[in-house]
């Protein structure tokens, strides 16, 4: 299977998927720590795919979304963005719509929070 087919599966088997560089418990760059810093503060249900474990995929990720940068987020198989359109999101509060909107669990009450703590 192609790193193209592989990551359309991906993101059609799942809801939520980040593609960062290490994992959701232990991230490997600043970029990828503060997107899933977001979402498991947020409790959001997400996979997370270590870009840094295939180097197909690293590249083919890239190439997928025409988006040079890593981490990339994804809801319901859509493009979101990567770090800066992610926090972008989430303190206008956009994250929040689009998660209702696609019907992603979160909560709401940690989202105010972050949106709180950098007024």
Do not use: H
């Not at 299977?1 to 490997?28: C, F, H, R, W």
């Not at 190439?63 to 926090?87: N, R």
């Not at 669990?105 to 105010?112: H, I, L, P, R, V």
């Amino acid at each position: 299977m192609s790193a193209k087919d592989q990551i359309q599966k991906t993101i059609e088997a799942n809801d939520v998927v980040l593609y960062m560089k290490g994992s959701k418990m232990m991230p490997q760059c600043g970029f990828s720590s503060r997107v899933a810093g977001v979402l498991n503060y947020m409790g959001v249900d997400y996979l997370d795919v270590d870009v840094l474990a295939d180097p197909e995929i690293r590249q083919g990720i890239k190439e997928f979304s025409d988006w040079p940068t890593i981490p990339q987020l994804y809801v319901k198989g859509e493009f979101v963005g990567g770090c800066d359109i992610v926090t972008e999101m989430t303190l206008s509060g956009e994250l929040d719509t689009l998660f209702e909107q696609k019907g992603i669990g979160y909560n709401k009450e940690a989202a105010d929070k972050i949106r709180e703590a950098n007024a």
